[in-house]
């Protein structure tokens, strides 16, 4: 069945309208913006977007009691899109909730629980990918960014990739309600930093260098630093730029 998709000429962000809709929006639905003026990423963080050239969209669960899940659902159906329309390019998932081509960030998301009466009511998750956006618009993101036509050399039908996306995204929130085991495995499998040395910033501003040893059932980072072990549930990671088989 396919579900709607609220469209919006602008919104201040997808998320916001989201959580303050959900009641009226049907379980995975999905709110839409053409432009986003107030976009947000971790830690209160600015989210760009070029007008009508990326998506910024947030999907609704009703039905999911982890924002961790929902956007485990929504990132490995963002790789499934992207790998499907762009074949020449290998995208991943970068701990906790980003995609990146490379040492490049391609997408980001944002796992948001609402609550009302002291009761969780749904997760809602946004996604921002850059899709048409140039180089030039990019390099105002502060970091390294990239989008599907600085990749290729092709521009995209944002509208035909969103519907996509909600599709995919639709199919792995059906099959989380019942293997969630295969969506968690499927997404460790996006996680291509297993195994690498990376740089981690804790909440409290420490930077370590370590091993991304592995993922936790619930998609805690295990993270080793001088030979100890610890787990992270939230933290900034940063990819070894000489880490050329990504």
Known sequence: MDLPIVRLDAVDSTNTYAKDHFRELPDGSAVSARIQTAGRGRLGRRWLSGAGMDITATFIFKNMDRPFLAGAVTGVAAVDVIKENCPEISPFLKWPN???????????????????????????????????????????????????????????????????????????????????????????????????????????????????????????MIFECGGVRRRFTCGDVKINASASDL
């Open 98 to 220: 980003d995609v990146y081509v490379g040492t490049r960030k391609l997408a980001g998301l944002l796992s948001e629980a609402v609550w009302e009466h002291g009761a969780m009511q749904c997760v809602v998750c946004g996604i921002g990918i850059n899709i048409n956006s140039g180089d030039e618009f990019l390099s105002a993101a502060g970091q390294p960014a990239s989008s599907l036509f600085s990749l290729t050399g092709r521009h995209f039908d944002v509208d035909f990739l969103l519907d996509r996306l909600a599709k995919v995204v639709n199919g792995y929130y059906i099959m989380c309600q019942h293997y969630p085991r295969e969506v968690f495995a499927r997404w460790r499998g996006c996680n291509r930093l297993i195994g690498h040395a990376i740089e981690v910033t804790d909440p409290a501003g420490k930077r370590m260098t370590g091993l991304f040893r592995d993922v936790d059932g619930d998609g805690a």
